[in-house]
């Protein structure tokens, strides 16, 4: 296994590291989205690495990457909408005051 | 259309026109039965010209439907038909007050064209039906005022005596079919032999009945519970008459040994009721224990081998007999009883209905000129002639003797007493009808001579003397008038009286030999029938324990295993709901931990 692979795999785990501690951590939602796109952003450089060092000659991880990054845009709007919803609502995206949907 | 129709349709669309219009009976009535009256002249006329008429209607398989009008049954027709019409217009007067006109006059034509059927039969199974239902008709008749205490029973007692007497009838028409292979009635007299005699004894068991013979006298007096248009009716031409008809009918069938058996229960039931009849108390009962009297008389008739006498004086005792009972039911009305004591003297408050009333006991006491007493003749005439002349010409005499005691007695009462003037509703009717039959009971001899040309039967001479019957039964009469009317009743019967006062205990005898053993057989079916009550109760019982054993099963036991189990699954899903806090955190952290633990558990795997 390169060095570089190493690396990235490295600045992979990092990055997934960094996204669950601040989607725990925080309480505000825009902050914990902010951990989830963290997360998967190290999710892709690992996938990135792995196609990059590993199976240059098969376009399907970019084509992977690509679509996760389609699907991160799509999930920021839908998460921003419903931020945005809860604001106008109630005046706060606090998440520890949102326990409406408590079973 | 023919007269046969005619005669019985008429009585019978009356009964259905009252029945539906419920508006003007009596007038509907009298109309229904002038026209039957004018369907049986046209009848009778036809047979004086030689014309005999015949409907065939479609019956059982080779055995058709017939009405005949040969002269007998024509002229039987018509009897019935001018009775018929007299007493329904003396019953308009009778029943002016009465509430329920419709139902009797129904009632009473109904009656009419069965017993018209019954005459005009040409063969058994009609003759059955018609049979059948003049004896319901006449259980409706007698028990027409049923709320009156003692009504229901005596018309169920006459309808259960007759129903029981039938049986004889039902036996011996099977006999006779069964042997001759035909219905009808002509053909089947042919029988000769043992048929003939057996046959013969049941068709006298069945004219017993019906005619209130010894020792069935019994429900004809307890028959008078009804309405005194209805005794006059039964007495003379329907009811009572058909066991006289139908012995007369089939007389040329009976061999000599029935004709025997029914001379002598003739003879013993004339002398037997007379007894009764002069020791009675009501006028009614009275009368009618004379009807059982006469008929046994005319019984005699047959049995001695002359039906001819015996049609005579079935002819002449109508007009007089319903003549009697149309007094009595004037006086009746007058009085508001028929107990003799009560009647006491009633003779001089309606005097012409008494003169009327001594009119027809003279003629059925056989006083000449009157129709009686040609009858009366013919009967004794025919017992002289039978071979067993020293059995029944005695029992002739007697009766004779007898008729003229208590015809005396009867109008003795009624003459001597106090007036006790009243006023009767329907006096005029009541008149009418019974002006009309008085005239038939006293000028109808005059008929005799024509009604033997056309039957095409004359009685024989006697061989001793020429006026012998005659001699012989006028001077039974004049001694019984003058017995009756002279010598008090006590001394008269004697120590027969408290005999005769309670009908000869023949009633208490049938209850002993008769009642007794049928109550006992209730009282069993009555126990057997518990029994099976008891046995079909516990069966249901049973059923509704199982089906609640079933029940209980269901309810605790399958039920409870159902909600047993709904019952878990809502305790789990509550417990479930406890890990929804709504809380983001926790719930992230509880995913990624899930997950961290997940995929450590999947590498494991991988790995080792």
Redesign the interface.
Known sequence: MSIELLLALITGAALLGVGIYGALSQTNLVMIMMGVELILAGAMVNLVAFWRYLHPDNPAGQMFVLIIMTVMAIEMAVGFGVAIARFRAKGSVEMEEATELKG | MSMIAVAILAPLSTTLLILLLRRQPAALAVLGAAVGLLGSLGLLANAFNGLSQKIILPGLPNMPLQLVATPLTALLSTLVAVVTTLVVVYAVGYMKKDREQARFFATMLLFVSAMQTLVLAGDWVLLLTAWEVIGLSSYLLIGFWYQRPGVSSAATRAFLTTRSADLGLYIAAFILIANTGTSDIATTLNAGGNTAIAAGLLLLLAAMGKSAQTPFTDWLQRAMAGPTPVSALLHSATLVAAGAILLIRTAPMLPSEVLLVTGLVGGITTIVAGLIALGERDLKRLTAASTSSQYGLMLIAVGAGIPLAALLHLIAHAAIKSSLFLGAGVFQHSRNSTLLTDLQGVGRDRPRVFFGYALAALALAGIPPMSGFFSKDAIIAASLLSPNVALLAPLALAGTLLTGAYMARALRILWRGEAKPSVTAGLGWMGAGMGGLVTLAVVLGIAFPSIKTLLNAQLPENPIYQYLPEILGLAAALSGLALGWLVPMRRLLGPLLPWSQRGFAIAGGFDRLMVQPAFALARACEKLERGLYAAVLAVGRSGLNIGRAVRRNDEQGIDGIIFSFVRATINLGSK??????????RE??IS?VASAILVFTVIALLVY
């Open positions: 479930a709901r406890t890990l929804q806090s709504g809380l983001i955190h992230l952290a990624t």
